[in-house]
């Protein structure tokens, strides 16, 4: 179906998702709901509840979801697009639409650092920065939205430069550390300027990941104060173990466990949010297209291997990616409940899984399989091309 148009443009539409076996809430502290339908009213969450106790009258769309589970659409928290749904790092077609497939209906940009010929004088880095905030909100392959437009920090910038660049639409900062800017007491000045404009930051945390890139350890990550520790995890090459858990410990800032990371690490990470209480701060990104290529079941797979290798229960890991993160970013999708943005993933236990059912799959380490993905209450794709074959799937059944 196609995105391209703005949703206010488009008559109103009323989908009905019934007859849900599993329905995940997105909430940490309460990742489960008692319900087994969905109403959306355009692109908004208009109801949840048992299908006896809402009106389910004068729909558009019906969806039998025949059983199988419905989460939030997955967010990635961390990706490298660079213009339209090409990504010159493996030289690749499509990857968006793919991530779709994946079950990602949003994604946000760490810096469009993979662009050839990225300028880095300052006019330069903001106009492309505006350009990409522009063309990817305009550009939504399948429907998925791309929050992009993250300039990388680099010397020379002032005050001034964060105001207009909020000014002008742009509210995340490329990776610091990407650019010239590697001293913590300089990234801390920039980072506090484009918060007081509503610029959210992210900091590359550990080794270098190409050549070009540098290592950014525990102290500059924790002078400098970005809003996410980005990639806490590395990526791919993580900080010794005594710096991941100080990260943890010794700052309040959002925990960004990424694909393209250390995986141990990513584990270490977790564990200790657990221990602290805090998994609120952890959110996952795949930190990709990047040198280990495209990712399209990414968040998925962090799913299943934080869930069975790090002792999260599935539900508590679909909220890491889903929830979280939208709080943390300030989205308004991420959770099912009204008033939220309709967009979904339909998923059930993968074909042969040993797992007796898809919470028990996940957390013996299968993926799940994606049956159906709804983004601002239309139907983006039915049965994943990425995923191993759902057990059961969706119909439309009008
Ligand atoms: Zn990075």
Redesign the pocket.
């Known amino acids: 179906m196609s995105h391209d148009e703005p949703s206010k443009s488009m008559p109103q539409t009323k989908l009905v998702i019934r007859n849900i076996g599993l329905l995940f809430s997105g909430d940490l502290a309460n990742p489960i709901l008692d319900a087994d339908t969905v109403i959306a009213v355009g692109d908004r969450i208009a109801a949840v509840g048992k299908e006896k106790d809402i009106d389910t009258s004068g729909a558009t769309i019906t969806i039998d979801a025949k059983g199988t589970a419905l989460a939030p659409g997955l967010i990635d928290s961390h990706v490298h697009p660079v213009c339209g749904d090409w990504t010159p790092r493996q030289n690749q077609l499509g990857w968006i639409d793919s991530y779709l497939h994946g079950g990602v209906t949003a994604m946000i940009s ?1 810096g469009e650092v993979h662009t050839p010929g990225r300028p880095k004088d300052i006019v330069g880095l903001k106009a492309m920065a505006i350009f990409a905030q522009r063309a990817f909100h305009a550009f939504r392959p399948g429907g998925v939205k791309i929050y992009a437009g993250a300039p990388v920090l680099e010397h020379g910038m002032v005050e001034d430069d964060f105001k207009e660049l909020a000014a002008a639409g742009v509210k995340i900062l490329g ?1 610091v550390g ?1 650019g010239s800017v590697k001293d913590g007491k300089t990234a801390h000045q920039m980072v506090s300027w484009a918060r007081k404009y509503g610029i959210q930051s992210t900091i ?1 945390t550990g080794g270098p ?1 190409i050549p070009g ?1 540098s290592l950014i350890d525990k102290d500059m990550v924790l002078e400098t104060d970005a809003d996410v520790i ?2 806490v995890n590395g ?1 791919h090459t993580a900080l010794p173990d005594d710096q991941i858990t100080a990260l943890c410990e010794r700052s309040t800032r959002a925990l960004e466990i990424v694909h393209n990371g250390n995986e141990r690490a990513g584990l270490l990470a977790l564990r200790t949010a657990m221990e602290l209480k805090q998994l609120d701060r952890v959110i996952l990104g795949t ?1 990709s297209p990047a040198g280990s290529g495209v990712q399209p079941l990414g968040i998925v797979r962090m799913i299943s291997m934080l869930s069975s290798l790090g002792g999260i229960p599935a539900e508590m890991a679909i909220c890491l990616a889903t929830g979280n993160t939208a709080k943390m970013r300030k989205l308004d999708c991420g959770l099912i409940a009204p008033g939220r943005e309709a967009s979904f993933v339909l998923m059930d236990k993968a074909q042969h899984s040993a797992g007796k059912n898809l919470l028990d799959s996940i957390q013996k380490g299968d993926l799940p399989g994606i049956g159906m993905v709804i983004i601002d209450g239309a139907v983006s794709v039915q049965r994943s091309r990425n995923t191993p074959p759902a057990t059961a799937v969706p119909v439309v059944v009008k």
């Open positions: 760490a990776e990407l590359h990941s890139s980005g990639h990526g930190d």
